[in-house]
């Protein structure tokens, strides 16, 4: 399952609305696409060096107080800004805000060198301003309100200025306002597209890889990846080893779609004895692994005595077609809670091969003396 306590959307309302990745998109995939906002550092370091660097070209141009103020804020901004990268634990209020604060000192220094009518400073700016809004198409494409917001603080900045020295050209401004509001709203949108296919595409993949395509249960790799989620130590997690006794015999007497509808009515009859902690997997042929999170002993003998009775009842491969197979567990309590999964699987083993060559559809828990810890068997059918 994923971490559903990283690149948690922000919670004050004004910036939760602004950097929303979209309601309509499951949680995972909103949690994939507001994480690139904390991935992708390089961009947002260079963009911010950039706005710093022309700020202390402006001051040194003109030595006017306020280009330096801002290069001393946007150097703040900067170190605040790669601290929140770091919480991805903490709503991300934090970093949209400082985004959009980098913006306004963006805005402002662009507003302030148009206004003072330098021509060489104005396209200074202006080609800091294009490049900055590039960047911020190209990454901050998953959440489309946050990204327009932010260019139209720096595009409008450069608007405002120019129209207030030059108002008869205000309703040309304002038409390519709206055209550059509908391009960019189209390139973010094709990203997110691009975003989410690829996104979509890999949970499915996933999804298959961690799905066993015969019984719907859970894979090898889910498997590994639950007991990897089990932060050590966790002491009484158990593993239980399950080989089906007959199933060859049935595999070669009706064939293997038959064979493969035993495995699916053996994988059903599993899922049973589900609970929230436990992981089922079919670990190949008509092996079974059950890893439980928590057991003790006695809950253990108690499951494996309830799973032996119900594997054993007759299966219904065809309407007047009954098949019989059993079912041998060998099984391992994690005393220690510091054990691997391959660990407990050679354990869990080591107490299946007992069992089968004591005569099969019984278990045993491992490290247990025979004398103390004798097969309970129940006979398929019974």
């Keep these: 399952m994923p971490d559903t306590s990283l690149y948690r959307a922000p919670r004050n309302p004004i910036l939760r609305w602004l950097a929303e990745i979209g309601g309509g998109l499951p949680d995972e995939t909103q949690r994939r696409l507001r994480s690139m906002f904390f991935t992708s550092k390089v961009p947002l370091v260079i963009g911010a060096v950039n706005t710093i660097v022309v700020a202390l070209v402006i001051y040194a141009h003109n030595l006017q107080p306020i280009f330096l103020g801002i290069a001393v804020c946007d150097i703040a901004l900067l170190l605040f800004r790669v601290a929140s990268l770091k919480r991805v634990d903490a709503p991300a209020g934090p970093l949209f805000a400082g985004g959009l604060l980098w913006a306004c000192l963006q805005g402002l220094t662009i507003f302030l060198v148009v206004s003072s009518g330098d021509l060489t400073l104005s396209l200074l700016v202006l080609a800091s301003g294009l490049a900055a809004i590039g960047g911020i198409v190209g990454r901050n494409f998953p959440a489309p309100r946050y990204a327009i917001v932010q260019t139209l603080l720096i595009d409008g900045s450069y608007k405002i200025a120019f129209s207030l020295q030059h108002p008869q050209f205000i309703p040309l401004i304002a038409a390519q306002t709206v055209i550059f509001i509908v391009m960019n709203l189209g390139i973010i949108r094709q990203h997110r597209e691009t975003a989410i296919g690829a996104i979509r595409a890999e949970f499915e993949n996933r999804e298959k890889a961690f799905t066993d395509p015969v019984t719907g249960l859970a894979s090898r790799w889910r498997l590994e990846d639950c007991f ?42 599993l899922s049973e004895f589900a609970t929230p902690d436990s992981v089922i997997c079919r670990l190949g042929g008509d092996e079974f692994l059950i890893l439980l999170k928590q057991s003790d002993e006695t809950e253990l003998r108690h499951l494996c005595a309830r799973v032996l009775a119900r594997i054993a009842t007759p299966y219904e491969i065809a ?21 691997t999964l391959i660990g407990l699987m050679l354990k869990a083993d080591r107490a299946l091969y007992e069992v089968k060559a004591g005569g099969k559809g019984a278990f045993r828990i491992h490290e247990e003396p025979p004398h103390e810890a004798p097969a309970l068997r129940c006979a398929a059918g019974q």
Excluded: C, W
């Design 228 to 269: 990897a989620r089990m932060r050590p130590p966790t002491e009484g997690r158990a593993l239980l080893y399950l080989d089906l006794d007959g199933f060859k015999q049935v595999n070669d007497r009706l064939g293997h779609a038959a064979g493969d509808h035993l495995l699916r009515e053996v994988g059903q009859r």
């Design 319 to 339: 309407p007047g077609s009954l098949a019989r197979v059993g079912v041998s567990i060998g099984t391992v309590i994690d005393r220690t809670g510091d054990q």
